[in-house]
């Protein structure tokens, strides 16, 4: 038995092809071992080191292990052919010291072989699945990767969110992933990258194994800061009490949304899901179903594509939201990245976040310089007293224009509609715009009080914060 196979593999091995193999499988492990350290780290600094140990070399060793059967198949085709075949080959078996040296040393290789194999194989997986694989590798998700760094979710890697556990969605990710591969080798991948996406997993088998919409949530307080485009960039706040709710009660927004035993479906007739005619709300608890349609819809919702509501459909933006510019500066001002000593410096920093630029590397050699000239030229006097802070703030105006626009990727002010909320885009107001009837003539309700209180709007110096201790009164002149 062992004459019978081994004796041919080991006369056919002899050919250029399946030594190349070999040199390639030699080379490449070479590499993994000059890369261990990082692979048993389990991290790796730059992305670029990652692609290397997990991908590149990976596939250059596979490559190699595939050379040398097929160096043996084409050479014994050949000698066949041309009639060379030997009708026997070398004796082989275990008293010969030469052919137990051969077994030992396949023996060796195989198990080293398995062993390179097997780590690669996993380190490319557990690679794959890291944030730094999905948004610094990939130049596409630019975008994506530095609205993630600032969110809430910055510490959660991206599988978590965008695949889950499982097996099946696992798969599911890596087919969608070569095709992904293709467009981008390609050149043929759109820019700015739609949404939502439509493929992404349910919220329930993702969002909620860490947030639970039917457990009680208490009310948060939330103030939102907006300075003037005056001198003295006048500050004001507006602040209200959100009803988070939840729990079985139908309480707040999450109960009424989300609460048990509710069930809410919609019909949208865009790609967003922006233009909403269609609501179906759904109480199991009392059995009460209504049906809501805006003007020119239909009540059976034809003519709109139909969907489950989940929190992707408020939360659309969990970890990868942009702000319009007057938030974001307003924002950058407030937590002092920024500084509002600087005369006229939100109208400023306002006109130059909005001019086009054709990259952001001229955006970072404008804006600073710009911002600079300003007040060089129109402020002399700020410009003599503030030089650091005007250094300081032009680098917080450049950074709020980089979290936001993206010339390559066509990525500018606005072009991501955020649904939580109401103020910078239609968010609540899709369905609760008092337009939506249902046949018995109830619309849905646009009532500020179901879903907040606004305890101050725009005031600069709210009661309600000194009240509660948030901010200390100011001291009478």
Request: aromatic share 10%.
């Amino acid at each position: 038995m062992i004459r019978s196979w081994v004796s041919p593999v080991v006369y056919f091995s002899d050919n250029i092809l399946s030594r190349i193999g070999v040199l390639i499988v030699t080379t490449s492990t070479v590499f993994w071992l000059f890369l261990l350290p990082t692979t048993l780290r389990g991290e790796a600094q730059n992305p670029y080191i990652g692609l290397l140990s997990y991908l590149v070399v990976p596939a250059v060793f596979f490559v190699g292990l595939a050379l040398i059967p097929i160096g043996i198949v084409l050479r014994r085709r050949g000698k066949r052919r041309r009639g060379e075949v030997p009708t026997s080959f070398p004796p082989l078996n275990l008293q010969n010291l030469q052919f137990r040296r051969l077994l030992i040393f396949v023996g060796v290789v195989t198990f080293l072989n398995i062993m390179i194999a097997s780590q690669l194989t996993y380190g490319a997986v557990t690679y794959m699945e890291k944030a730094s694989f999905c948004g610094q590798t990939c130049h596409v998700m630019e975008p994506e990767f530095t609205a993630f760094q600032g969110s809430p979710h910055s510490r959660v890697e991206c599988v978590n969110c965008h695949i889950g556990p499982g097996a099946s969605w696992f798969v599911r990710s890596k087919l969608s992933g070569l095709g992904q591969v293709v467009a981008v080798a390609l050149n043929n991948y759109p820019r700015p990258i739609p949404t939502p996406v439509h493929n992404l997993r349910p919220a329930r088998e993702t969002c909620e194994t860490c947030h639970w919409p039917q457990k009680y949530g208490e009310d948060r307080l939330r103030i939102f800061p907006k300075y003037a485009e005056d001198e003295a960039n006048t500050l004001t706040k507006t602040v209200m009490l959100v009803k988070v709710g939840g729990g079985n009660h139908g309480v707040g927004i999450h109960g009424t949304h989300l609460g048990a035993g509710i069930r809410i479906r919609y019909g949208h007739t865009d790609e967003a899901r922006q233009t909403i005619p269609w609501v179906e709300f759904s109480d199991a608890n009392t059995g009460r179903k209504t049906t809501y349609a805006a003007p020119g819809a239909k009540l059976d919702g034809s003519g709109t594509t139909l969907r489950e509501m989940d929190c992707m459909d408020c939360h659309n933006r969990p970890s990868h939201s942009y702000q319009l510019p007057e938030r974001a500066l307003d924002d950058s001002i407030y937590n002092g990245a920024i500084s509002p000593a600087l005369p006229f410096v939100k109208k400023i920093s306002l006109e130059l976040v909005k001019k086009p630029y054709l990259s952001r590397a001229e955006a970072a050699i404008d804006i600073p310089a710009a911002f600079e000239k300003r007040y060089r030229e129109s402020y002399p006097a700020a410009h003599a007293k503030f030089q650091n802070e005007i250094a300081r703030s032009a680098k917080g105006v450049l950074a709020v224009y980089n979290r936001n626009v993206f010339p390559d990727m066509n990525v500018t002010w606005g072009l991501y509609p955020n649904n939580v909320g109401h103020t910078d885009f239609p968010g609540c107001f899709r369905c609760h715009d008092e337009q939506h009837v249902s046949s018995d003539k109830k619309t849905i309700t646009q009532d500020c009080g179901a879903c907040h209180n606004v305890l101050a709007v725009d005031e600069a110096e709210p009661k309600i914060l000194t009240d509660l201790g948030i901010e200390a009164p100011k001291a009478k002149p």
